[in-house]
């Protein structure tokens, strides 16, 4: 798996942005009448929840010495 080392202002800007996409998502999940496009938008809202989860992991663990 690659590995991308952050510094923890990019981490925190990351954690921001996937955040507020995933609230992004989360609208445009709950309009869309098309099945397909929907179950597209559910596996990325997915995705986005684990990468969010790992970076905040990541930060945590990082800012503990």
């Known amino acids: ?3 991308l080392e952050l510094t923890l ?3 925190d800007l990351l ?3 996937v955040g507020e996409w995933l ?3 989360r609208v445009e999940i709950g309009h869309t009448d098309n099945l397909e496009y929907r179950g597209r938008l559910k596996h990325q ?3 986005l929840r684990d990468i969010l989860d790992r970076l905040g992991a ?3 663990a990082s800012s503990h010495p």
């Open 1 to 3: 798996m690659p590995k």
């Open 9 to 11: 202002p990019e981490a």
């Open 45 to 47: 809202q997915e995705v």
């Open 58 to 60: 990541s930060v945590t």
């Open 15 to 17: 954690q921001e942005i």
């Open 23 to 25: 609230i992004d998502l």
